[in-house]
């Protein structure tokens, strides 16, 4: 069986610790960067070619600017990502909107950005209209292809998923967007998620290959991009392999070699939107053991939870966990770990074979760089925690802090007596006179 690293030593980490208040998410930078390029240097085939970065994985502004310095767009699909993208000075082509349900004010503000908008739905074209009145030179279109061989878990069947349109939706609304003044199209579709396999993004882009030379073929249109999307998996257990995303893009190189230059459709740009590949190794979460407990089952409880971490409760995924300091001593001990909240799914590991722990050891919780915070919440009264950033010479930054009770009582400030801050361990705030 493999084994998964930390990417700090465990006194480096009691270092950190010892600075900010556990439990903490730590990213590591020089991991991020490594793989960014990775990825660039994959797809260098493609003139083209540009990774638009899935906000929703790592919503943190710190982060995105290292992603934006190697020159990546981003990916956002909602109001306050595209707030993010505006604050952070990105504009036009550099943003992919890729939402669906979308609402007519979102697609105003993507319009306002100047971003390349992916329509999920022939619908959308009205909505579009009714929102912005008129339509760009290039607009994208999501595929649902209905089946599809790579079908997983997080994701299931296409045809069971509410994203994009029937490929018959795609030829008209191409039509349609074509008497509107649409001159250029891009097709994408997200059909996986977390495939760890170099087949996924090739088979999909010999579907995407296909319907891009039925537009061309059948109507005539100007295909520009073929966007691949995200779904690109990470080795979250220590028995998997990595992707090697070399070969995932020599694949993708080889499709398009047999499927696009023959039809002359050699000048179309490979776009992708990758978030858990790009940061998801790069981040833990950082937690410490409070208490043990003995029932029926050896429970050690940590002083984070399912708010910090949802996925293994919303999915049951795995997250593989390190004790730190004991990194050698044998895995004989089988435990739940658990956090506070009141709820038994509240659990980071199910039955782990640990080595035996006790209160005030360091728990590092692996591959959480994706989808992690973000995806957190405020179930129970329990507050999101800090985000710290490991930089490449060492030092670590807090690029987030961790919210107080004044936050978690911000909203309530339309009710007389709760219009001021709350802090910790006061006592009651003011009461409303009843
Ligand atoms: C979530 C999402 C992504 C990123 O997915 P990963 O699994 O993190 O790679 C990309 N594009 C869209 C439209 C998404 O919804």
């Given at each position: 069986?493999?084994?998964?690293?930390?990417?700090?030593?465990?006194?480096?980490?009691?270092?950190?610790?010892?600075?900010?208040?556990?439990?903490?998410?730590?990213?590591?930078?020089?991991?991020?960067?490594?793989?960014?390029q990775?990825?660039l240097?994959?797809?260098?085939?493609?003139?083209g070619?540009?990774?638009?970065?899935?906000?929703?994985?790592?919503?943190?502004?710190?982060?995105?600017?290292?992603?934006?310095?190697?020159?990546?767009?981003?990916?956002?699909s909602?109001?306050?990502?595209?707030?993010?993208?505006?604050?952070m000075?990105?504009?036009?082509?550099?943003?992919?909107?890729?939402?669906?349900?979308?609402?007519l004010?979102?697609?105003?503000?993507?319009?306002?950005?100047?971003?390349?908008?992916?329509?999920?739905?022939?619908?959308?074209?009205?909505?579009?209209?009714?929102?912005?009145?008129?339509?760009?030179?290039v607009?994208?279109?999501?595929?649902?292809?209905?089946?599809?061989?790579?079908?997983?878990?997080?994701?299931?069947?296409?045809a069971?998923?509410?994203?994009?349109?029937?490929?018959?939706?795609?030829?008209?609304?191409?039509?349609?967007?074509?008497?509107?003044?649409?001159?250029?199209?891009?097709?994408?579709a997200?059909?996986?998620?977390?495939?760890?396999?170099?087949?996924?993004?090739?088979?999909?882009a010999?579907?995407?290959?296909?319907?891009?030379?039925?537009?061309?073929?059948?109507?005539?249109?100007?295909?520009?991009?073929?966007?691949?999307?995200?779904?690109?998996?990470?080795?979250?257990?220590?028995?998997?392999?990595?992707?090697?995303?070399?070969?995932?893009?020599?694949?993708?190189?080889?499709?398009?070699?047999?499927?696009?230059?023959?039809?002359?459709?050699?000048?179309?740009?490979?776009?992708?939107?990758?978030?858990?590949?790009?940061?998801?190794?790069?981040?833990?979460?950082?937690?410490?053991?409070i208490?043990?407990?003995h029932?029926?089952?050896?429970?050690?409880?940590v002083?984070?939870?399912?708010?910090d971490?949802?996925?293994?409760?919303?999915?049951?995924?795995?997250?593989?966990?390190?004790?730190?300091?004991?990194?050698?001593?044998?895995?004989?001990h089988?435990?739940?770990?658990?956090?506070?909240?009141c709820?038994n799914?509240?659990?980071?590991?199910n039955?782990?074979?640990?080595?035996?722990?006790?209160?005030?050891?360091?728990?590092?919780v692996?591959?959480?760089?994706?989808h992690?915070h973000?995806?957190?919440?405020?179930?129970?009264?329990r507050?999101?925690?800090?985000?710290?950033?490991?930089?490449?010479?060492?030092?670590?930054?807090?690029?987030?802090?961790?919210?107080?009770?004044?936050?978690?009582?911000?909203?309530?400030?339309?009710?007389?007596?709760?219009d001021?801050?709350?802090?910790?361990?006061?006592?009651?705030p003011?009461t409303?006179?009843?």
């Amino acid at each position: 069986m493999g084994r998964k690293t930390p990417f700090v030593t465990a006194s480096q980490l009691e270092d950190i610790a010892s600075r900010f208040p556990t439990p903490f998410y730590l990213y590591d930078e020089k991991g991020i960067r490594k793989t960014a390029q990775s990825v660039l240097d994959a797809f260098s085939w493609n003139p083209g070619f540009r990774e638009y970065f899935a906000v929703k994985a790592c919503p943190n502004p710190a982060i995105i600017q290292i992603l934006l310095d190697m020159g990546f767009g981003l990916d956002v699909s909602s109001e306050c990502e595209l707030i993010m993208a505006e604050r952070m000075g990105v504009s036009g082509e550099r943003i992919m909107f890729s939402s669906n349900d979308t609402p007519l004010e979102e697609f105003a503000h993507a319009a306002r950005l100047g971003a390349t908008v992916n329509l999920d739905d022939i619908t959308h074209i009205d909505s579009y209209q009714e929102a912005v009145g008129s339509f760009p030179e290039v607009m994208s279109m999501r595929l649902n292809p209905g089946e599809f061989p790579f079908a997983n878990g997080i994701f299931g069947k296409p045809a069971e998923a509410k994203f994009g349109m029937t490929m018959d939706q795609m030829l008209e609304a191409t039509r349609r967007l074509m008497s509107l003044g649409v001159k250029r199209f891009g097709i994408h579709a997200l059909l996986a998620s977390n495939t760890v396999t170099d087949d996924y993004y090739p088979t999909l882009a010999r579907t995407l290959f296909a319907a891009a030379r039925r537009l061309n073929d059948e109507l005539g249109a100007k295909v520009a991009f073929v966007n691949l999307s995200g779904g690109v998996g990470i080795d979250y257990r220590p028995e998997e392999r990595p992707n090697d995303i070399f070969k995932i893009a020599e694949g993708v190189r080889r499709a398009y070699e047999e499927e696009l230059v023959p039809a002359g459709m050699g000048d179309v740009a490979i776009f992708t939107e990758m978030g858990r590949f790009i940061t998801g190794p790069y981040g833990a979460l950082v937690t410490r053991v409070i208490h043990e407990k003995h029932i029926y089952h050896d429970y050690l409880g940590v002083d984070a939870c399912a708010a910090d971490l949802m996925r293994p409760m919303l999915y049951g995924a795995y997250h593989h966990i390190t004790v730190m300091g004991r990194e050698d001593e044998p895995c004989d001990h089988t435990y739940d770990v658990t956090g506070a909240l009141c709820e038994n799914s509240d659990r980071l590991a199910n039955d782990r074979a640990l080595p035996e722990c006790h209160p005030g050891d360091l728990l590092y919780v692996h591959d959480v760089g994706a989808h992690g915070h973000c995806m957190g919440y405020n179930y129970n009264g329990r507050l999101r925690h800090a985000e710290l950033l490991l930089e490449p010479d060492g030092d670590v930054r807090l690029i987030r802090r961790a919210e107080t009770p004044s936050d978690y009582f911000a909203t309530l400030d339309v009710l007389e007596g709760w219009d001021v801050p709350v802090e910790a361990g006061a006592s009651k705030p003011k009461t409303a006179r009843p």
